[in-house]
């Protein structure tokens, strides 16, 4: 079933506050509260909204190290690399990327020597042929 702009603005008003009620969210659309329950129930069925999760703010960030960590992957060993990867709790995020590297992480480590052997562990993985890493020195937005 297609998304409609209604939909859009659904998602919308939900990734700015997932806790925002179906009253609240009906009024902000201008439709029904029943039309909300029915949207937000198809948009969950569908797949479209995985579920709603928790959004950190500054305060926890700025008291953490955060990273992106390049990697360059032995052909072939992307898929058991990546379930490897995924069980390491620091990665929070592993995308799949072209160019010079083949997967780029965003990590998150209380401490700088945390990071480090946090890059050690990677480093030594089967499959990981070398990375590279850059440290995030601020955010300047984040919409997730």
Known sequence: M????????LIQ?????????ISDLARQLK?????????????EET???AGYGLRLGEAYRGSSLQAY?????????????AADLKKIPQIEALFS??????????VRTATPAQLDELLDR???LEG?????SAIVLSSKFDRR
């Open 97 to 106: 990327v072209s160019g010079k590297f083949d997967m780029v992480l965003l």
């Open 2 to 9: 297609p998304i409609t702009e209604k939909d859009h603005e």
């Open 31 to 43: 439709v029904s509260r029943t039309t909300v329950k029915h949207r937000l129930a198809r948009l």
């Open 128 to 132: 990981v042929l070398g990375t590279e």
């Open 47 to 49: 797949g479209v909204i």
């Open 69 to 81: 960590v390049n990697l360059k992957v032995q052909p072939r060993d992307g898929a058991r690399l």
């Open 13 to 21: 008003a939900l990734s700015q506050n997932a806790r925002m009620s």
């Open 122 to 124: 990677i480093g030594v």
